[in-house]
């Protein structure tokens, strides 16, 4: 069974750029979820995608934005880049909102 | 404020010493508890899930235990390739997200 997919792996950006990260979720999985991960914070929620709708969202400005496709595959996107913006960015996927989730490898973001 | 927290924050290991990591919770209506192993630049990997207070999993080196507030990840005899960091998170009955513990980084020395 194939596991997360993420695209890309690795991204260099600069500042004032926008970007979107894909995550392909494993099959039969509906609840997506993303996560910023830098040394300092920890893993720190982004929002959660369940059946195309957005149920929760974490304590990020406007700039970060996602949606979820009728597939469950799901992108975010970020605008206006800034240096804090560099992270590790995590999916993790579930078969619903409260069920294991599942992480896939992340992109790297490194702005510039 | 629901939170989780774990200690210690970091834990440095002879190889064959065993140990246990602690992860506390205060979120009301917990739903579930689950352990994660991350190591550096990957994604979390997926070890256990505990549902209700007396639950244990046990994976290899690996065993986890739930009570009402907290939760334990037992090492046994622990290799090097253990060495990670180990997170928890909760998940409540209502609302919200997954919450994530800050992590116990894991150094098992040969």
């Known amino acids: 069974k194939a596991g997360v997919t993420q695209t890309p792996r690795y991204l260099i950006k600069t500042r004032g750029q926008q970007v979107t990260l894909s995550c392909s979720p494993i099959s039969g999985h509906r609840s997506v979820s993303w996560y910023q991960q830098t040394p300092g914070q920890g893993l720190q929620f982004l929002f959660e995608y369940f059946s195309e709708t957005q149920r929760n969202k974490g304590n990020f400005p406007g700039r970060f934005s996602g949606r979820q496709f009728s597939n469950s595959r799901s992108e975010m996107n970020v605008s206006t880049l800034e240096l804090g913006d560099s992270a590790l960015y995590l999916c993790?996927?579930?078969?619903?909102?409260?069920?294991?989730?599942?992480f896939g490898p992340g992109t790297r973001l490194t702005v510039l | 404020e629901d939170q989780v927290t774990q200690s210690p924050e970091a834990l440095r290991l002879q190889e064959g010493e065993s140990s246990s990591l602690n992860c506390s919770y205060t979120v009301s209506g917990l739903r579930g508890l689950f352990w994660y192993r991350q190591d550096p630049g990957k994604g979390p990997e997926f070890l256990f899930t505990l549902y209700s207070a007396g639950e244990e999993k046990e994976k290899e080196r690996l065993k986890a235990t739930l009570t009402k507030k907290e939760s334990f990840l037992h090492i046994t005899a622990p290799k090097p390739e253990d060495s990670a960091t180990y997170l928890c998170?909760?998940?409540?009955?209502?609302?919200?997200?997954?919450?994530f513990g800050p992590g116990t980084r894991l150094s098992v020395l040969p």
């Open positions: 993790a996927t579930g078969m619903g909102p409260r069920n294991e989730q599942f």
């Open positions: 998170a909760v998940v409540q009955d209502y609302g919200q997200n997954f919450v």
